[in-house]
């Protein structure tokens, strides 16, 4: 029985005059990783509130496995959710939080104490049964809230932002063990994120959130690849990619009085947001001058911040670049890495 | 950090003063009940005499006491609890947790009730139970208080229920509880310190109510206040009986006091460090 495809037909959500989802189209296939990634207000936790049955959408219906569940009780869809919160109970000890959901259907004793065992053992919290939340650490109370929902079987996981509490070094094993603990599972899982690596680095499709749409799907490396704007580009990738307003005709890309190769080809004269990742500007011997107004040192990359007519253009570049701050340098493009965008639209015009 | 000499020694003082202020007339009353009325009518007063617990004989067994009046006390106060906790507590809920339009105005609707002089209401009342002929009974008494602590209970529970994220109860929805059970399992166990500060509020304004007691009552409904009341009449003032059934009356209210000191105070200062900490 425990499938776990989801799908969202056409899903708006109202709050009075104000519209936060404006019809959501979505598939989410049994037992995939599935991130939901946007900056904030775009209306992930929104999205999950409504699969999880905790907010009604004002318009669309939501199936999980070909039933409709648009009107269903949260406590009868089978979903099992990790608030951003944790939402642990603080009365009740670790023991009791993760048998909580089993004792509500009133599963035998014996039962439901393997079952905890079980689960506390899978995120390794077999040792802090008997705490109360509040004295548990923000990694272990996240994995309290992870053991209870966990503990059942359920058809689906929801996890809200569940790292954002933790610290950026925990946050990084726990991504991993996250990913893990998924596969072994094999429940389809919703994850809401604004932090595009975790999104990129721990999802098997995600889905890019803007003001209240869905603006992309797919897996993290076609998204990467293949941004559907201007905003995703722009959103996706770190540092973000460089959007530099240009003309574009016959594979020449027009940045004022510079010229850029692209392997682009699309018809005729128009004008363009040209795309450049940081990681595909070329530092050489020619191409567009500009002056390097900054320069990080990572350790094992630098980070250029170059000027040109006004605008920033941000480089990353191998260790071996000897120019310092202040200095001219030529820049170009790698031209089959260039995105092209339409200047109005800031959609996606190349492929 | 270590305070001065000088400021932990005026802390003290004024500790001091205000402690005496307090207790003085509670010691007082203690004392006085043990001597004979001779002897409290001894000028000037002496603290030297021989105590007797006559008078606490008289108060409680003999023919002026006050045991049915304290039943009738305890009857009135525990009806008005229990009453006011059944309605309070899912009030408070929906309080909290919808949102209703004019929450704020009917909240200090509620506070503003606390501020009227209920000298004013008497009139009112006294007719009112008259008409359905609920005088100098328990359940008039018991509708009487309601009036009063309701609102109160409400205001107070309020802040209690806020403290509770929205989530938390989610998240018990979500494992299947239900609303009911997320209520009873999740929401209730958490505000247990807050009823137990209410009740004890509730218990104890009804317990101590003397204007609508002596007023809206009689023969049937005394309680302990009007009856200590009666002490003082127009020949002659029995004090130390007064002050045997004085203390006699404010035994439970101290052992409550002393019993439930944690939550008193958490409860008084719940409104003001809103969010500071539930446990
Ligand atoms: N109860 C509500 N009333 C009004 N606006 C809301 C409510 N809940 C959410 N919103 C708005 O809906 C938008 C989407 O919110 P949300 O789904 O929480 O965003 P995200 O999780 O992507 O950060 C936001 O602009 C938020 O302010
Ligand atoms: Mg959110």
């Known amino acids: 029985m425990s499938n776990g495809r989801v799908s969202l037909k056409k899903i708006v959500k109202r709050h009075g005059a104000f519209t936060a989802l404006h019809g959501i189209d979505l598939d989410i296939e049994p037992g995939e990783f599935f991130a939901l ?45 990790v608030f951003q919160s944790y939402a642990l109970y603080p009365h009740m000890n670790v023991r009791q939080n993760i048998a909580f959901p089993m004792r509500m259907v009133g599963m035998p004793k014996g039962e439901i104490d393997a079952a905890v065992q079980d689960a506390a053992k899978k995120v390794h919290i077999e040792h802090l049964l008997d705490r109360k939340p509040g004295q548990l ?89 293949n941004p559907a704007t201007a905003d995703v580009a722009n959103f996706i990738g770190s540092p973000p990619m460089n959007l530099i307003p240009a003309s574009y005709a016959d594979g020449r890309i027009r940045i004022g009085a510079h010229e850029l190769q692209t392997s682009c080809r699309v018809g005729g004269e128009r004008n363009v947001i040209a795309g450049i990742r940081p990681s595909s500007v070329r530092i050489g011997p020619s191409g567009i001058p500009a002056r390097i107004d900054l320069i990080e040192n990572l350790g094992d990359a630098l980070l250029l911040d170059l000027s040109l007519d006004q605008m920033t253009i941000r480089a990353r570049t191998g260790t071996e670049v000897t120019s310092r701050e202040g200095e001219s340098v030529f820049f170009s493009a790698d031209p089959t890495a260039v995105h092209l965008f339409d200047a109005v639209t800031r959609v996606r015009i190349n492929d | 950090m ?30 006085t009940s043990f001597k004979s009325e001779r002897d409290v009518l001894a000028y000037p007063p002496t603290l030297i005499f021989t105590p007797t617990l006559g008078n606490y004989r008289d108060v409680l067994f003999g023919a002026t006491t006050i045991l049915p009046n304290l039943i009738s006390s305890f009857v009135v106060a525990t009806f008005t609890t229990v009453l006011t906790m059944l309605l309070a507590i899912p009030a408070a809920y929906a309080l909290a947790r919808l949102n209703l339009p004019g929450k704020r105005a009917g909240g200090f609707y509620i506070l503003a009730t606390q501020m009227l002089p209920p000298v004013g209401l008497i009139i009112p009342y006294f007719l009112f139970l008259q008409k359905i002929g609920w005088l100098d009974s328990y359940k008039g008494m018991t509708l009487i208080y309601l009036t009063f602590s309701l609102p109160f209970a409400i205001w107070l529970l309020v802040s209690y229920f806020e403290d509770i994220p929205r989530e938390m109860e989610e998240a018990a929805l979500i494992d299947r509880a239900g609303r009911m059970r997320a209520f009873l399992y999740v929401v209730l166990p958490q505000v247990r310190g807050g009823i137990a500060v209410t009740v004890i509020f509730v218990f104890l304004n009804a317990w101590n109510e003397f204007l609508f007691a002596v007023v809206l009552g009689g023969n049937n409904v005394r309680q302990v206040t009007v009856a200590m009341f009666n002490f003082i009449s127009v020949e002659q003032t029995l004090w130390a009986k007064l002050a045997a059934a004085a203390i006699v009356t404010m035994a439970p209210v101290i052992l409550l006091g002393l019993f439930a000191q944690r939550h008193i105070v958490k409860g008084l200062t719940v409104g003001a460090v809103k969010g500071g900490g539930r446990r």
């Open chain 1, 37 to 81: 990634l946007g900056p904030s207000g775009s209306g992930k936790t929104t999205t999950l509130r409504i699969v999880a049955g905790l907010e009604e959408a004002s318009e669309g219906r939501v199936f999980l496995d070909s039933t409709d569940i648009t009107n269903t009780e949260p406590g009868d869809r089978d979903v099992a959710m």
């Open chain 2, 2 to 31: 270590k305070r001065s000499g000088i400021a932990t020694a005026s802390l003290l003082g004024v500790a001091g003063v205000f402690l005496t202020l307090w207790t003085f007339p509670v010691l007082w009353a203690l004392l």
């Open chain 1, 137 to 225: 650490s923000g990694g272990q109370q996240q994995r309290c809230a992870l053991a209870r929902a966990i503990v059942r079987k359920p058809r689906l996981f929801l996890l809200d932002e569940p790292l954002s509490n933790l610290d950026a070094k925990l946050r990084l094993e726990t991504r991993g063990e996250l990913k893990k603990l998924q596969r072994s599972l094999g429940v389809t899982t919703i994850y809401v994120t604004h932090d595009q690596e975790e999104a990129m680095t721990i999802a098997d499709r995600m889905a890019v959130f803007m003001d209240g749409q869905i603006v992309q799907v797919g897996s993290p490396k076609f998204v990467f690849d």
